[in-house]
């Protein structure tokens, strides 16, 4: 199993709209960067684990956890002239985007800041914190993945 955040802006689709949609799952559609494209293609197997990351968010944070449910696969958004996403230069016989598909596993409440993240020493290495990193889709490692579900029970554990 692998560890992975991926980002959207809230206002466009949240953690919120995951839980909502039917079985709690959706085809995480729309990535336009190459590096981000060659992750959803080649590495995110069904089983990863996936932080929900709200970015463009005051603050942004990590809101919830999805599981991928179906690896990597062509985009159908790229094919579609209706969509926002469409990219009449990919070929469905040769495509360009890819997606995979998550399930929402449940949401973290509160969402964990970004300033939050950047205080726990076990994260300096985190791409998520590398200063001028934009990419949409990042991998994250165990000990990264561990502390952060580790600061999320200390939160809890401080409320009680």
């Known amino acids: 199993m692998a560890y992975w955040l991926f980002k959207s802006e809230p206002n466009v689709y949240s953690f ?21 494209r060659n992750f959803l293609r080649d590495r995110v197997q069904v089983g990863d684990r996936v932080f929900f990351y709200h970015s463009n968010a005051d603050p942004p944070c990590i809101a919830g956890i999805a599981e991928v449910v179906r690896a990597g696969h062509p985009d159908p958004t790229a094919f579609d002239p209706e969509s926002d996403h469409h990219d009449p230069k990919s070929d469905p016989d040769s495509p360009t985007w890819y997606q995979v598909a998550i399930r929402a596993v449940r949401a973290i409440e509160p969402p964990i800041g970004l300033r939050e993240l950047g205080g726990l020493p076990e994260l300096a290495g985190m791409e998520l914190l590398r200063k001028g990193s934009r990419l949409s889709v990042q991998p994250v490692t165990e000990a990264e993945w561990n502390a952060i579900l580790a600061m999320e029970r200390a939160r809890k554990k401080a409320k009680r």
């Open 16 to 36: 919120g709209n995951l839980m909502s949609e039917p079985d709690r799952t959706t085809g995480w559609d729309g990535v336009r960067n190459y590096q981000a």
